[in-house]
């Protein structure tokens, strides 16, 4: 359910709940019979009610359809996540995605002829945990096939080393082949 939808179902759960409010207060006797009786001629009578009913039942048709509805949508992938690791046990070892991404990236940066990176990692929470998406910009002269072999074999043995997680499914795509250096942050040695 989505900002929009949490948004309108909250609205209508107020005007419900301050309609059964007043229903109870009259039930019970706390107004006067000929003050919510005058009240209520003067809401019948105005225009602005037909407005109000025109919007609740619009609301309301909105969150019936949301309810039946059997369509599943994509499932949205949470990057600040956390993957916990099996060979540990349960809630002793947790590693964040962020943390994920940044060993695969350094892994696939390793490999020459790959000159930027830019890693996705999906938490499966099956066996393995994660999947990788890789997007790749390759030098000019280096075969994508051959390159691509070695970077799923570079990213696959960092995450044995540093997770022990082996076999991890890694998507790459190569986006761009390029002649041009591209600047990266110098180390100090």
Request: glycine residues 4%; neutral net charge.
């Amino acid at each position: 359910m989505g900002i929009i939808s949490r948004l309108l179902l909250l609205l209508y759960v107020l005007a419900v709940m301050a309609a059964l409010v007043v229903s109870a207060g009259v039930c019970l006797h706390f107004f006067p019979a000929q003050v919510w009786q005058d009240n209520l001629n003067l809401i019948i009578s105005s225009q602005e009610t037909l407005i109000v009913i025109a919007v609740m039942f619009l609301a309301s048709l909105c969150l019936l359809t949301m309810a039946l509805s059997s369509s599943k949508k994509a499932t949205v992938v949470n990057l600040s996540g956390d993957v916990e690791l099996q060979k540990a046990t349960p809630k002793e070892v947790a590693v964040t995605i962020p943390a994920i991404v940044s060993v695969v990236e350094r892994a696939a940066l390793s490999v020459v002829g790959v000159r930027q990176v830019e890693a996705k990692v999906t938490n499966k929470g099956g066996t393995p945990p994660v999947s990788v998406n890789l997007s790749v910009i390759l030098s000019q002269s280096y075969s994508a096939p051959e390159t691509s072999a070695e970077v799923k074999t570079a990213v696959n043995k960092a995450l044995q080393v540093v997770l022990e997680i082996s076999d991890v499914p890694v998507e790459i795509t190569v986006t761009e082949i390029t002649h041009a250096v591209i600047e990266r942050e110098r180390r100090v040695v």
